[in-house]
């Protein structure tokens, strides 16, 4: 005859009332369940006896723990890899471009930015000063390669052969994640092999059109507020683009900021050479160590004005297009831009020191940049503090 029902909710529990794997199995060997079941079911379905419970529920819970064991971790790394697709679907390497926030479900929940990540082109033109400029800048640009299919390619010596040599130069540093900068129509980000690639240029036509040249991630910004975490990058590139940035201290110090300790940041631009540098190339050329009384006399004719007309054309062919922006660089401006955020020269390519290069003049030089690790930063620092307090 089984007990009353008052005497078995009043019996203290010896298992847990959790229905975990531990506790169904303590609660198969104990023969007893908890008071909950027990208020719910009755005596009748709950007999006191030892091991009554073992043949009721026995083969059940024997069942559910093989189950468990057999594809309970199968679920959770399903689970886990469908989590990381969709992080990454979802734009895990994106942030704000203002506040540098994370994304959710491209939110910005600190500022309130909106974009459409699931877009194939996400575009981070935020409602700041500088990108409301950068808008009207980009009909200029967007106007020009639709009418110019090909505008950069064979522009003042960008042709296949230089883009050969700059994805060189990307790929002897063998990077994991790389960055083009103004990436334009694509033709370096299909040259340049790395495990992930990104671009980002103000113009939507040519992020659609480079969207169609390379396997990269695309998206429409501005350098002075990139859209991507810190320390993010092994190698960024800035072709032809750090004379049209409007604010070029911040675009350098947004460069440095997702670019990992040791990186590389290769820049090919124009700078007007100090006057030393300009007298030592014309020696070079005209005197020593062959001398060229011809394009001596041809060169003094042409300072002077006498051929004005072929002088220009020259100055026309190595940037026919007018662009909206440009910001004359001196190399000393650039030496102390580069060292403010971090920088330092690892290479330098001229005519004159790499005459194999292919550069349309010697007003065109690339740099190869390491950023300095925060160590050797606060090196650099004391001993600099030392020297002022010497």
């Given amino acids: 005859m089984g007990a009353s029902p008052r ?47 073992l043949r009721l529920f026995g083969p059940y819970v024997m069942c559910w723990c093989a189950a468990a064991l057999l594809w309970g971790p199968r679920c959770a790394t399903s689970a886990s890899e469908s989590g990381r697709k969709k992080k990454k679907e979802a734009g895990l390497h994106y942030v704000c471009p203002t506040c540098k926030g994370d994304l959710q479900r491209s939110v910005c929940p600190a500022c309130g930015f909106r974009t459409d990540l699931a877009e194939g082109v996400p575009s981070f033109l935020s409602s700041s000063r500088i990108a409301d400029r950068y808008r009207d800048i980009a009909k200029f640009y967007d106007d020009l390669y639709e ?47 790395a495990p992930e690639k990104f671009g980002i240029d103000i113009s939507r036509k040519a992020v659609e059109a480079a969207r169609l040249r390379s396997n990269a991630k695309l998206c429409q910004g501005i350098v002075e507020e990139l859209p991507f975490p810190a320390d993010y990058f092994d190698v960024v590139t800035g072709i032809g683009v750090m004379e049209h940035f409007i604010d070029t201290r911040k675009a350098t110090a947004e460069i440095s900021r997702v670019l990992r300790e040791n990186g590389s940041y290769i820049v090919w631009l124009s700078v007007e050479a100090p006057l030393l540098e300009r007298l030592l190339i014309k020696v070079s050329e005209l005197i020593y160590p062959e001398f060229r009384p011809l ?96």
């Fill in 7 to 53: 005497a078995i909710c009043a019996a203290p529990p010896s298992v847990p009332a959790r229905f975990t794997t531990t506790g169904l199995i303590a609660l198969v060997t104990a023969g007893n369940a908890p008071i909950g079941l027990q208020k719910h079911a009755g005596p009748a379905y709950f007999p006191t006896r030892p091991g009554s419970t």
């Fill in 147 to 193: 009418s110019r299919p090909n505008a950069w390619e064979n522009l003042v010596g960008r042709g296949t052969e230089f883009v050969t040599y700059v994805s060189s130069l990307v790929h002897s540093t063998n990077p994991e994640r790389y960055l083009d900068l103004g990436c334009g129509q694509g033709f370096l980000l299909r040259a340049v092999s």
């Fill in 295 to 390: 394009d001596l006399c041809r060169r003094a004719l042409a300072k002077w004005g006498r051929i004005v007309g072929k002088r220009t054309r020259e100055r026309a062919s190595r940037d026919p297009i007018s662009q909206p922006v440009r910001n004359p660089q001196t190399v000393w401006s650039m030496r102390r831009l580069f060292k403010r955020n971090g920088f330092r020269v690892r290479l330098l390519i001229t005519k004159r020191r790499t005459p194999n290069a292919p550069l349309a003049g010697h007003d065109f030089r690339i740099y190869v940049l390491e950023k300095v690790a925060r160590s050797s930063k606060r090196v650099m620092a004391s001993g600099r503090s030392a020297r002022l307090a010497t």
